[in-house]
């Protein structure tokens, strides 16, 4: 069955929020990587079997227009919020990817009863161990930080193959907006971690066991900070997980966000 | 004119194989191979070169400051800039400049400026400047917002300047619930503020609104004239005429008692293989955000190897057929500068002199040469074109003080 995807364009908070849409069933929200997201993937086409799946660009990434005063993931978080209100859905779950992880717990953290399912998958958003650090894409070039993401360089060429100019400069816009809302502490909060603990929806902690970018220990404090949350580490597998691993992460989401 | 003895003082006494070794000699090329020791005997024999450079007739010395790199030593510029307050008794004390999206602070920022105008009985020339890249990610500050905190703490210390305290700041970057320091600035209406570049057209444009003198660091002379043409275009718009007191300009000399002397030297101005602030990543030196959204399409194909240099990769010998760099006898230096000047008329001149490993004989004699006799000879040559500094021209200090502009004249008839 091939999906067929919708983009649309919402206005939220002052801004032109751009939206993919496809599949039907209930709800997930997918956000996507600090480096924005390509249009398609398998791992999206997966979820709209089961899924009505919704993918923003987030504001000032990809299609979606800057908010001049936007500075936090939680900014980030409210207007997702505010999207799903306009879209009217509910029982939501929400998937994470990376910086898009961060979103989606400060998204479960205020609005604790709002969700049916958490999926976290190499979340940033919490501090590593003591000595470990969320990789600084700030010093390394354009293209050598998405490859640091892949366990095996050849995931990295079947998404962006040699890298098209338009690429790079996408991920540049990305990095700049990644500095305007995540700079300093680096793509963590004090805080966050202090406020997880209310979050009722059940969660689900997925990390490659090769994660150069955020280490496997936040992933850890994620786990300890939500309560009842499971954990599952990905073999063979770095920080893009969605598209480095498609069909092992979708099977773990699909299961997880199906079980009753 | 207005002439100025500079030197990035280079911290030379490193293995400089370490940094071809390593890669890069910027922002992450380890400090283990500094040695205090030699910084030591660097920055005193630096201080001593300044005074000399008075004593054989600068009119002013110009400062600056870089963090994490061997090619400059200076980590504050106000702390030299307060020494030569001190020890100084005649020069200009130019500092081209304070990085200023680099305070968290801009009040003690004006403060300290302040105690520098007055210890050096009003001799502060205080520029300012947006800081490379690489010293927004040295210090920590979020290069995305560089010209938006440039902008704020500019105003921020105009107004500390200016406006008798206690007030209020409540700025997108700068929060401050009682400016009211106790130093203020001796020069009135404040002290002159010029601005250092090379390439950014939107601080040509805000430097000409602002009607600061634009100080082009070592541009090409082509180069230089667009930069003219912009401010001029920009300060026309705002009800000026631009002259030579509006523009300054930064060029590489070196001088000694034979051209072939000066010539192995000044091959040290290529030390940090050619790059004026060292060898490094090009996104340590634009990370995103900082350069102006028209430039990110050539700078993403530059940085990843797609496209060549904009700046380009000049050998040595080029950069002296194209005058972007000077050396040789005072004669030979003084005939160059000549052509020079009356191709880029500037009103204010910086020769940045020594760089690299010079040794200490050579570096002092270059300052005699340079300052007692290249330099009253560009003044001369100067004057005859009518190159003005902003004293001679007695212009204002800033647009705000100005009592010629268009729109002014029309309004009085």
Not at chain 2, 245 to 274: C, P, S
Not at chain 2, 379 to 387: I, M, Q, R, S
Request: glycine share 8%; net charge negative; aromatic share 10%.
């Amino acid at each position: 069955m091939s999906i067929v995807w919708t983009d649309t364009v919402k206005q939220i908070a002052g801004v032109e929020l751009h939206l993919t849409r496809g599949g039907s069933g209930p709800a997930v929200l997918v956000l996507h990587h600090d480096i924005g997201s390509v249009d398609r993937l398998p791992f999206y086409d997966a979820l709209a079997e089961k899924f009505d799946v919704l993918i923003p660009h987030h504001p000032g990434w990809g299609k979606s227009q800057r908010p001049q005063w936007l500075r936090s993931p939680r900014d980030i978080a409210a207007i997702y919020a505010w999207l799903l209100a306009d879209l009217e859905v509910s029982g939501v779950s929400l998937i994470g990817l990376g910086f898009g992880g961060w979103i989606a717990a400060e998204m479960a953290s205020l609005a604790p009863r709002d969700y049916t399912a958490l999926v976290l998958v190499g979340a940033a958003g919490i501090k590593p161990d003591e000595g470990e650090y969320i990789a600084d894409q700030a010093i390394v070039s354009y293209i050598d930080y998405p490859k640091s993401g892949f366990h095996d360089e050849a995931a990295f060429a079947r998404i962006y193959g040699g890298v098209s100019t338009d690429q790079l400069e996408a991920w540049d816009i990305a990095r700049e907006m990644s500095f305007r809302t995540a700079w300093k502490p680096y793509m963590y909060s004090q805080t966050l971690p202090h406020l997880l603990g209310g979050v009722r929806a059940p969660a689900l902690i997925v990390w490659g066991d090769d994660d150069r970018i955020v280490p496997l220990s936040a992933g850890r404090a994620y786990a300890r900070a939500l309560p009842g949350a499971a954990m599952t580490v990905v073999p063979d597998c770095g920080h893009f997980a969605e598209m480095e691993k498609p069909d092992a992460l979708a099977k773990l989401a699909i299961d997880f966000l199906s079980r009753k | 004119m207005h002439m100025m003895y500079f030197t990035e003082q280079p911290m030379s006494a490193y293995d400089a194989q370490a940094g071809l070794d390593y890669g890069a000699t910027a922002l992450t090329f380890s400090n283990s191979h500094f040695d205090p020791n030699e910084g030591s005997r660097l920055y005193n024999e630096y201080l001593e070169e300044y005074i000399m450079a008075e004593e054989y007739g600068a009119d002013g010395i110009m400062l600056n400051e870089h963090h994490n790199a061997p090619f400059c030593m200076q980590a504050r510029t106000n702390m030299f800039a307060s020494i030569l307050a001190a020890v100084t008794k005649r020069v200009k004390i130019v500092i081209l400049g304070n990085p200023l999206p680099l305070t968290e602070n801009p009040v003690q920022l004006a403060e300290e400026l302040a105690m520098i105008d007055m210890i050096s009985k009003g001799r502060l020339v205080s520029g300012f400047v947006r800081g490379g890249g690489q010293e927004q990610l040295a210090n920590g500050v979020n290069p995305a917002f560089n010209r938006e905190r440039f902008m704020e703490a500019h105003d921020l210390v105009q107004k500390t300047w200016t406006q008798p305290g206690p007030f209020r700041w409540e700025g997108t970057h700068y929060q401050q619930r009682v400016v009211n320091p106790w130093a203020i600035p001796m020069q009135k209406p404040y002290p002159r503020v010029w601005i250092p570049g090379v390439l950014s057209k939107e601080t040509v444009i805000w430097t000409a609104q602002q009607r600061y003198p634009y100080i082009a660091l070592n541009t090409s002379i082509e180069a230089t004239k667009q930069i003219h043409e912009t401010y001029d275009k920009a300060a026309a718009e705002v009800g000026y005429t631009a002259g030579p007191e509006n523009f300054g300009y930064l060029i590489r000399v070196h001088v000694q008692d034979t051209e072939e002397k000066a010539m192995e030297n000044a091959r040290q101005f290529m030390w940090m293989q050619g790059e004026f602030t060292g060898l490094a990543n090009p996104v340590w030196a634009n990370p995103a955000g900082y350069f102006s959204p028209s430039g990110r399409r050539a700078f993403v194909e530059f940085s990843t190897g797609r496209a060549k240099n904009p700046r380009g990769n000049p050998t040595f010998e080029q950069q002296v057929a194209d005058t972007m760099i000077i050396a040789g006898t005072p004669d030979q230096v003084i005939e160059r500068l000549k052509y020079l000047v009356r191709e880029t008329r500037p009103g204010i001149m910086g020769i940045w002199a020594n760089d690299g490993n010079v040794s200490k004989e050579d570096r002092r004699r270059c300052i005699q040469l340079l300052c007692g006799e290249v330099m009253p000879a560009i003044k001369e040559y100067g004057a005859t074109l009518g190159l003005n500094d902003p004293w001679e021209a007695n212009a204002p200090v800033h647009l705000r003080y100005s009592t010629d502009l268009a729109s002014q004249k029309v309004a009085a008839e």
